[in-house]
């Protein structure tokens, strides 16, 4: 079975600071992609990050960076500069490519951004 | 370029009542993806449909729920007799085609409230 674990529940830096996140999976399949979703007050799923598990260069989108180590199982984001409005729930997903055609996602860590 | 839309936002139903959650995917997207998400929770895949097809309902609970796509209109994901713990937060999603890079993009979310 598929899994995905975030193993902090709740985070908390001040604005300005880099936060990092933390997420491991577990696959037997070698071709997925990982994505981080970002979850605001309003709820809305909002798409932040997307890698491709067959390639080794970490995905990056402006503020928003991943550490992409598939030996581990192990898909971390930071997020540098963090703003207030990076407040939010946070969930990693997987998606197999040639399997059932369905994200798994985790628990979730929820962010705060301290002004 | 609308995205996808779910509506109602807000539905509350009484137990024994049945609840109707329409999904209309972004343009020119033909797959639909129904998630659930308890209160803190993350989201847990429910069915994904093709226009006019089931393609996998093993998220889908086996009584009271049931989901369709039909050629013309928006998807449908219908609960019958509600219970207490069907109140949840179901998002859908769409994408453009099965497989491969493509990603699922989320509509804001219906949130169920049975009394």
């Known amino acids: 079975a598929q899994t995905v674990t975030q193993s902090q529940p709740e985070m908390s830096v001040q604005e300005a600071e880099t936060v990092t996140l933390s997420c491991t999976y577990d696959?037997?399949?070698?071709?997925?992609?990982l994505f981080w979703y970002k979850q605001p007050p309003s709820r809305q799923m909002i798409l932040v990050i997307r890698?491709?598990?067959?390639?080794?260069q970490n995905a990056t989108e402006n503020r928003f960076s991943v550490n992409f180590q598939k030996a581990a199982k192990s898909f971390s984001l930071k997020i540098s500069d963090s703003q207030l409005g990076d407040t939010a729930m946070y969930f990693c997903?997987?998606?197999?490519?040639?399997?059932?055609?369905?994200?798994?996602f985790g628990q979730g860590t929820r962010l705060t951004i301290n002004p | 370029n609308a995205g996808v839309m779910q509506n109602p936002r807000h539905l509350v139903r009484r137990r024994g009542q049945e609840a109707r959650l329409r999904c209309s995917p972004m343009?020119?997207?033909?797959?639909v993806y129904w998630y659930r998400q308890l209160p803190e929770e993350g989201l847990k895949f429910m069915v994904y449909?093709?226009?006019?097809?089931?393609?996998?309902e093993s998220g889908m609970p086996k009584e009271r729920f049931s989901a369709e796509f039909p050629k013309e209109g928006p998807s449908i994901l219908r609960i019958q007799q509600v219970v207490r713990g069907d109140s949840a937060a179901y998002f859908c999603?769409?994408?453009?085609?099965?497989?491969?890079?493509?990603?699922?993009?989320f509509g804001p979310g219906t949130r169920l409230t049975v009394l």
């Open positions: 999603a769409s994408s453009p085609a099965s497989g491969g890079p493509n990603t699922q993009y």
């Open positions: 696959t037997s399949e070698s071709n997925y992609y």
């Open positions: 890698q491709e598990a067959y390639k080794q």
């Open positions: 997903a997987f998606f197999i490519i040639q399997g059932a055609q369905k994200l798994v």
């Open positions: 343009k020119g997207h033909s797959h």
């Open positions: 449909l093709q226009k006019e097809n089931i393609i996998d």
